[in-house]
């Protein structure tokens, strides 16, 4: 799923990004997982540019979108209440490698598990911390 | 019945947008002062909303994915947020309106004072929420919701003058206690009220929701094709009834207890407990809608698993934003702030933002990649969906100025 961008096709280039960038994710089980908040693009050394990964998770569209403190403030508290150790294991959390999406349709399929996703981390709290502790929350809603 | 039940969606959703807290007094309100010289704005409302709408449904049908999904992704993450901001606010507004007129309608039959039930209102919402079906939800609320046809059966039993009613419809003119800007101001209340967008919001989440397939496409149409004309009937006659009852007798509305006031003195007391239950069902119907369409917006904007058709746990930050704008709209309730004025200034509000909806629904109605070859809008579709975002665009920009004008419609 490497996207070549020289000059010549750059039309394409626009195109992939318009269908890649704020698509939603499914993991491989099929949950929503977050959306494309950023994309990873690579250049070779002959100049061309590669989209090389998926960038998804807290802070991520803050960044995006320019706004650096926001965006840090929002990864140093997704990094409090996952407490998550090292800057590296955070970044593989939040990078997908694009050879791991597949069909590029209204959403994206990725094969990993939400679990190993950063974008997961406040709903995993918020289960533990307060949908857990109401009765009914484990139930699907009466037929 | 299986028909009836089949076309729930479509009549909570429209419930929501014509005949809810505030839209059941601008409604008769409307009929007191202007007559009949405005029930032509909910008729270009109601094509308006059953175009956008079947798009809506007919997208979320072929590719499973509601309204706020492509906010973001057509807009951009920033207009998207704009959206985001202002379609949450605006909501909050209205679910605010609807818990305290819910609690005005039980208030009505019980004497408590509307405060006090108010917590207990917001508590039934989100037990509803947390815990019923989708099904079972849009059923119970939609189909009790049609207790308001009494209003309609009111009109007929008056026997009015029918030319007259249709006249007022079809040449309308600007009644001579009322000003342009008055007349303007009302008008885009009713088609604000009749395009809210969270009717959008809530109908194509309620298709993913309801698990629409391609084979469902039958059901969308029918939905939208009654649903939303049953709404848009029910606003009408709340209107007709208004000016037939209210107006000769010099009887202005500002509150929910008036509305009710034609029935009554027309039909008696067991049409005006059917009208009461209709109004409970509708007020309730819509604050289930915005406090459901709070977690929609959110959790798609972000890609957050959502929506009533998984366990709470399995999509915890959705149910936690829906608990947030509950209480939030319970503590600005408890405040006394009018419910009608607060709806009003919503759905005023809400006509500004709306072309940032509706413009999305349009672009992805016609990407093949989306609802595949053979299911995008067709060219009559696209030139009449065309013309009604330019009246939205228009309306978005008239609407503040004239607010400001008319200090509100006094």
């Known amino acids: 799923m490497n996207v070549p961008a020289t000059p010549a096709i750059a039309g394409r280039v626009l195109h992939a990004t318009l269908d890649l960038l704020d698509r939603q994710l499914r993991d491989r089980n099929g949950k929503l997982c977050g959306n494309v908040d950023d994309l990873e693009i690579t250049r070779d050394e002959s100049g061309q540019m590669f989209v090389t990964a998926i960038l998804c998770g807290p802070g991520i569209l803050a960044y995006r979108m320019g706004r650096r403190r926001l965006g840090r403030w929002l990864e140093e508290a997704n990094r409090r209440v996952h407490d998550t150790p090292s800057h590296h294991e955070r970044g593989e959390r939040t990078r997908i490698p694009i050879e791991l999406a597949g069909e590029i349709g209204p959403t994206i399929e990725v094969a990993v598990d939400v679990d190993d996703l950063a974008s997961h981390d406040m709903e995993r709290w918020t289960l533990q911390h307060i949908i857990g502790h109401i009765p009914g929350n484990s139930s699907r809603a009466h037929q | ?410």
């Open chain 2, 1 to 410: 019945m299986k028909k009836l039940l089949g076309v729930a969606l479509g009549v909570l959703s429209a419930i929501g947008g014509f005949v809810d807290m505030g839209d059941l007094v601008a409604n008769a309100e409307t009929g007191a002062r202007f007559n009949m010289n405005l029930a032509w704005v909910v008729l270009v409302g109601v094509i308006g909303i059953i175009v956008y709408a079947e798009m809506s449904g007919r997208v979320a049908a072929l590719c499973g994915r509601p309204v706020f999904d492509l906010v973001r992704e057509r807009l951009g993450p920033r207009f998207g947020m704009a959206n985001l901001l202002a379609s949450f606010f605006i909501n909050s507004l209205t679910l605010t309106a609807e818990i305290a007129g819910v609690a005005l309608s039980l208030s009505l039959v019980s004497s408590v004072n509307y405060l006090f039930l108010i917590p207990v209102v917001a508590f039934l919402v989100w037990l509803v929420c947390w815990r019923m079906s989708f099904v079972m939800m849009e059923r119970i609320f939609g189909l009790l919701g049609l207790c308001l046809l009494v209003f309609a059966v009111t009109v007929w039993k008056i026997g009015p003058d029918w030319n007259e009613l249709f006249s007022a419809t079809t040449h309308p003119h600007v009644p001579h206690s009322e000003t342009v800007f008055t007349y303007a101001y009302f008008g885009i209340a009713l088609f604000g009220a009749a395009m809210t967008p969270y009717e959008v919001f809530f109908f194509s989440s309620g298709a993913v929701e309801d698990g629409w397939t391609k084979k469902d496409l039958g059901e969308n149409k029918i939905n939208v094709l009654i649903g939303f004309p049953l709404g848009a009937l029910l606003s009408l006659a709340i209107m007709a009834c208004a000016h037939l009852v209210l107006a000769p007798r010099n009887i202005g509305v500002d509150q929910l207890s008036q509305v009710a006031l034609p029935v009554a003195s027309v039909m008696g007391r067991l049409a005006l407990a059917i009208a009461l239950i209709g109004i409970f069902a509708a007020t309730f119907g819509a604050a289930l809608e915005t406090s459901l369409s709070a977690g929609y917006v959110v959790a798609q904007y972000l890609g957050w698993p959502w929506g009533k058709h998984n366990a709470p746990r399995t999509a915890t930050r959705f149910h936690v934003v829906i608990a947030l704008a509950i209480v939030g709209a319970t503590l600005f309730g408890l405040t006394g702030v009018d419910p009608v004025k607060v709806t009003e200034y919503s759905i005023v509000l809400s006509a500004a933002a709306l072309p940032l909806t509706y413009f999305p629904i349009l672009v992805i109605a016609n990407d093949p990649r989306y609802v595949g070859p053979d299911h995008t809008n067709g060219r009559f579709l696209n030139a009449l969906a065309s013309v009604y975002l330019v009246i939205l665009v228009l309306v978005a920009i008239a609407t503040i100025p004239l607010m400001i004008i008319t200090k509100g419609g006094s």
